[in-house]
């Protein structure tokens, strides 16, 4: 029977999982759920030793004669201090030392109760992760382990350190067997990529729903993809952020609720905006999600993580292509129904004709620019309602701060792109983030290449639509910062040519100046909206997909 502790039974599981044969274990009281685990183990062979200091010296010297990772643990307090000498050892001689020591929970740390002090980070610089695991989180606890033990099994042998802490009762040892842990694979192709993970191309051919998700990527990334076997037979969804030149009106699709949840997922590139999209694929919770990056870094953005390719995903994408030629795939049926309700979300989108509002402004813009698009023109959104309308609209690349999303800034990059790029660089953005980003134009580099269209409803119009806030008086003074401000002036006081529309012959006239305007300093488009209107406008745009 094991220890009724959920992140002692994870923790236990996965070092089993990975491959760890052998633990030094010291005395105490707080880490006993940890060591009863251990020697329950069949595949653990547990060896004690009282002395901290000695026993961390032990585990190096086995895992010099095993050439394989010994974890010694510890309990809490001074005992795990006492591993710094074998640690720092153990970190210059790239060995695979996993450090495991107990803790008191977090609010008792620093209040005079027995053995507490802060242990994640206690071993410095030693250690080249640190993880603290939750005791009532799975998904957080498989992922930090996980990481952790990836690092310390990496080329690179080193010391990691896994912290725990327990919760009082701790002598409970009622569970009969160890849960069944997914273990994350990392795995880098050969340098011609001729060599992919057998069960990352086994998996694809066999899946009955396999998809390809592509995140945000930079507008050079597979310029020189040649996958059409791969993506003619699976079915690939992606936002304005990657670098695909139409739309995929999957958030319409999925506002639908209709197609089952994918059972084999392809995750390439960075964040997406949809928040469908994700709860959507963290709901397959039975689904084999392979994460292809450049850094492998542990990114389980839709908690059902099995594997991390290491490498250039163009490349890997390219291998997969030819790795799968000679075989006949099993989820073509879930790319056709997939491509059919995308077709039929395409056409309503282009069909559906707004009245004047920011929905109306953004199709327009994009209806237009698609006329003169070519590659000297950049387009950058800032987060919030800009970016999700350009999701809709957009059929080239979009430039976006999507790494943390915040709405300070978008102006700047855009500005700081413009300045140092021959290009004509627009940038459509909502009205706090412009106001919050104004002395983006207080620049005396800018020039007549940078096109400002600046979505103005008089607040943050994302909060109309969250549910349930429409219910606290809040919301509009303070949480969506109502206000009645112009960029007129600001424009005036930067030298930047101003152009204002507030009904739908004045937004076009002034889509049409803004686009082909010849001037030496920056132009700026203020369209004012109703937040009503636009509220009301986005919402039928989705209740007439969910009725056609």
Not at 512 to 526: A, K, Q
Request: with cysteine.
């Amino acid at each position: 029977m094991y220890s009724n502790k959920q992140n002692v039974n994870i923790l236990t599981a996965l070092l089993i999982s990975h491959g760890v044969r052998h633990a030094i274990v010291c005395p105490g009281s707080r880490n006993a759920p940890i060591v009863h685990n251990l020697n329950e183990c069949p595949d653990i062979q547990c060896y004690p030793v009282t002395d901290e200091r000695s026993a961390g010296f032990y585990a190096l010297g086995m895992a010099q004669a095993l050439n394989a990772p010994v974890a010694v643990c510890v309990t809490s307090g001074t005992a795990l201090l006492n591993l710094m000498p074998a640690v720092a050892e153990a970190y210059y001689q790239h060995q695979p030392l996993i450090v495991i020591s107990a803790d008191r929970p977090q609010e008792w740390i620093d209040q005079l109760d027995g053995q507490t002090l802060p242990q994640p980070g206690a071993l410095g610089r030693f250690v080249r992760k640190t993880v603290s695991l939750p005791e009532n989180d799975a998904w957080y606890c498989r992922r930090l382990v996980n990481e952790a033990l990836l690092v310390a099994m990496a080329d690179d042998a080193c010391p990691v350190h896994i912290n725990v802490p327990i919760t009082e009762p701790l002598f409970t040892f009622d569970v009969p067997q160890l849960p069944a842990v997914r273990q994350l694979v990392r795995t880098s192709p050969t340098r011609n990529y001729d060599c992919l993970h057998t069960e990352f191309v086994e998996g694809l051919i066999a899946a009955r729903r396999p998809m390809i998700v592509f995140g945000q990527t930079n507008p050079n990334d597979f310029e020189g993809i040649d996958v059409d076997f791969l993506f003619s037979h699976v079915i690939v969804l992606h936002e304005s952020l990657s670098n695909f030149p139409h739309v995929s009106h999957f958030d319409e699709v999925l506002y639908h609720g209709q197609i089952e949840p994918p059972d084999f997922i392809i995750h390439v590139g960075d964040t997406t905006v949809s928040k469908r999209l994700r709860h959507f694929l963290r709901s397959a919770k039975d689904a084999v999600t392979w994460r292809i990056s450049q850094s492998g870094a542990v990114e389980d953005t839709f908690q059902n993580l099995r594997g991390i390719i290491v490498g250039d995903p163009e490349s890997v994408l390219q291998s997969l292509d030819h790795k799968i030629c000679h075989n006949r795939l099993n989820g073509l049926e879930y790319r056709r129904q997939w491509l059919t309700a995308l077709t039929q979300a395409s056409q309503l989108a282009d069909d559906y004709q707004p009245a004047y509002s920011q929905m109306a402004a953004v199709k327009y813009f994009e209806e237009r620019l698609s006329t003169i698009y070519h590659p000297l023109s950049t387009i950058h959104y800032a987060n919030s309602t800009a970016i999700r309308l350009a999701n809709i609209y957009a059929r080239h690349h979009v430039w976006c701060n999507r790494g943390v999303n915040g709405i300070e800034g978008s102006l700047s990059t855009a500005a700081g792109f413009s300045v140092v790029s021959d290009e004509t660089v627009f940038c459509v953005i909502g009205d706090l983030s412009f106001f919050y980003d104004q002395n983006a134009l207080w620049n005396q580099n800018l020039r007549g290449n940078f096109r400002i269209f600046l979505l103005n409803n008089g607040r943050g119009g994302i909060f109309n639509l969250l549910p349930g806030l429409d219910k606290s008086p809040a919301r509009d003074p303070y949480v969506a910062a109502q206000h009645h401000t112009s960029a007129e002036g600001i424009c005036h006081q930067n030298n930047v040519t101003y152009l204002k529309a507030t009904n739908m012959e004045e937004l076009q006239q002034g889509i049409d100046t803004l686009l082909y305007i010849e001037s030496d300093r920056p132009v700026l488009l203020e369209v004012i909206t109703d937040t009503t209107k636009d509220e009301r406008t986005f919402r039928d745009y989705y209740e007439s997909q969910k009725q056609g």
